[in-house]
């Protein structure tokens, strides 16, 4: 059983950055697929990056791409996401998730998806 814990999420103003981070356990997510989604009020969940564990293949949303950075240490069982130059409209609740396959690519859509977090609350104030 995939076991997923975010933590890192808070209040920064626009500009700053955060580093969120997702503690994994279970037997499978060194080979599955991890990601972060987000999903703000009103707005249904979407992709934010992705990455495969075994060899740091990474795929983020492309309104992100420069931004957002996907990390993770074996050592520590961590995935992260660096957010820097944050805006308003990144205030979401960010997710992580693993899938319970394997996969050599990394999928976008949530439903893919068997594992999550329970989820970090990131609020940017303008």
């Known amino acids: 059983q995939e076991q997923l814990v975010e933590s890192g999420g808070g209040l920064v103003q626009a500009g700053g950055s955060l580093r969120l981070s997702c503690a994994a356990s279970g037997r499978t997510f060194s080979i599955t697929p991890m990601a972060w989604f987000r999903q703000a009020p009103g707005k249904e969940r979407e992709f934010v990056a992705g990455?495969?564990?075994?060899?740091?293949?990474?795929n983020y949303a492309d309104s992100l791409k420069g931004r957002f950075t996907i990390s993770r240490d074996n050592a520590k069982n961590t995935l992260y996401l660096q957010m820097n130059s944050l805006k308003p409209e990144d205030t979401a609740v960010y997710y992580c998730a693993t899938t319970h396959y394997y996969s050599r690519t990394i999928p976008a859509q949530g439903h893919e998806y068997k594992y999550w977090g329970q989820g970090t609350q990131v609020t940017v104030s303008s």
């Open positions: 990455l495969i564990w075994s060899d740091g293949n990474t």
